[in-house]
């Protein structure tokens, strides 16, 4: 069958199946798989950009609370510190007071001990002048009979004991 123009209808038909089976045999050799793993593919970095924003959620929520954690640990040392400087504050007027009144006590029994050191030697002084006194009105009586001398004797005696 040749038509005018030199058209050869079957080897057209030929031609369309050769092409039909190439186009179907290279679809299934090579397009379809080569699909296949971009699917695959695009399905994997999708499923990694999930995960990636999931993990990202997680780790604003940890570092939030990782935030609200700090600051209330911070609160707490605030609130400690504070305690601990009332207690030192507490401590230390306790210490000002136990030494007051130590120092008080101190000054105390300085005075009663100045007072009793005073009292020992003006005791001492007294006795002394007593036996000054005595052992020089015994030598006048002893050398001398005149009673003039003790009588000047006894007024000097009193005129000195009066000063003190």
Request: hydrophobic fraction near 40%.
């Amino acid at each position: 069958m040749n038509i005018p123009l030199n058209i050869d209808w079957q080897q057209i038909c030929l031609h369309l199946l050769n092409f039909t089976i190439l186009t179907a045999g290279l679809y299934f050799l090579l397009y379809k798989p080569v699909k296949d793993f971009m699917d695959k593919r695009a399905a994997h970095y999708r499923d990694m950009d999930r995960a990636a924003e999931a993990k990202l959620a997680e780790a604003e929520a940890c570092k939030n609370s990782c935030r609200e954690k700090m600051q209330g640990i911070e609160a707490e040392i605030a609130k400690k510190e504070e305690e601990a400087a009332q207690k030192r504050t507490q401590i230390n007027e306790e210490e000002l007071q136990r030494a007051r009144k130590q120092a008080e006590e101190i000054v105390q029994n300085a005075k009663a001990e100045a007072a009793k050191e005073h009292e020992r030697m003006l005791e001492s002084a007294r006795r002394e002048v007593t036996d000054m006194v005595t052992i020089a009105a015994k030598k006048l009586l002893l050398e001398s009979d005149d009673s003039e001398i003790f009588d000047q004797f006894l007024s000097s005696s009193e005129g000195s004991v009066g000063d003190e």
